[in-house]
């Protein structure tokens, strides 16, 4: 199934009479919380997507092969389409509050004491092996509590692409062309990374109940397990595996 039609079924999904009666059913405490949180996932998606446009330009002036770039280049689309969608989903919660994302920074992540070459190595490194690895651990968690049908449509499709967009981190740590004093380099910046992502994915703390976590709200206590999950089990092997020690 191609995007664009998964995201016509999303939109079928959303207007189904399951999600009405789950919305109606909600209290108002629960729609705020769950307003809120859209929102501000909306957020971390454009500021991701801003992240992908930064990659871009990291991995082309590093000359990395196009089938890498590519992936960047995609995710830079892909990161707004789950803007425009958590923006969606936040107005079908409460369609009476304003929906709109706002950046948490516009510039580049610049790690202590790393050049720029470093730093264009390293910004891709943690976006895909740690910030999108998390996230595809973390949906994958989700989805096992979402209930309702279009909520969880979303998330498939999230997650697919997530996917993909971590695999953009693991294309260039297995890349032949960084050489052995930038596998070395980037090993460094490992616990900082691993400091950073968890800071990031950790910022707000929230309490769940199952009729949130129903409809895809991602409380403290399952990122934080996913979190874990993605580093110990994927992240520090994957990059060890790279010969990134
Ligand atoms: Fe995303
Ligand atoms: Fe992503």
Not at 25 to 39: K, P, Q
Not at 84 to 112: I, K, N, Q
Not at 113 to 128: I, K
Request: charged content about 25%; some cysteine.
């Amino acid at each position: 199934m191609t995007a664009d039609v998964a995201y016509r079924e999303i939109d079928d999904a959303f207007s189904a009479a399951e999600t009405n009666a789950a919305l109606a059913d909600l209290t108002e405490e629960r729609r705020a919380a769950l307003h809120e949180y859209w929102l501000a996932r909306a957020d971390g998606e454009l500021t991701t997507a801003l992240a992908f446009e930064f990659m871009l330009d990291d991995l082309v002036q590093e000359s990395v092969p196009s089938s890498v770039s590519e992936l960047a280049r995609n995710a830079i689309g892909e990161e707004h389409r789950h803007v425009d969608y958590c923006l969606a989903w936040a107005r079908r919660v409460d369609p009476s509050r304003p929906a709109e994302a706002h950046f948490h920074g516009t510039r580049p992540h610049g790690f202590d004491g790393a050049s720029d070459h470093d730093n264009r190595l390293l910004r891709t490194v943690f976006g895909g092996c740690f910030s999108e690895t998390i996230a595809v651990h973390v949906l994958r968690a989700s989805h096992l509590r979402i209930q309702v049908e279009s909520v969880r449509r979303l998330n498939q499709q999230h997650l697919k692409e997530e996917v993909l967009h971590a695999r953009l981190g693991w294309a260039l740590a297995g890349w032949d062309g960084l050489t052995p004093r930038d596998r070395s380099m980037i090993a460094t910046y490992v616990p900082e990374m691993a400091r950073l992502a968890r800071d990031l994915w950790l910022s707000t703390s929230r309490t769940g109940d199952a009729i949130l976590d129903g409809l895809g709200y991602l409380p403290s206590d399952l990122v934080r397990v996913a979190c874990d999950e993605a580093l110990d089990g994927a992240t520090f092997p994957g990059l060890d595996a790279c010969g990134i020690r």
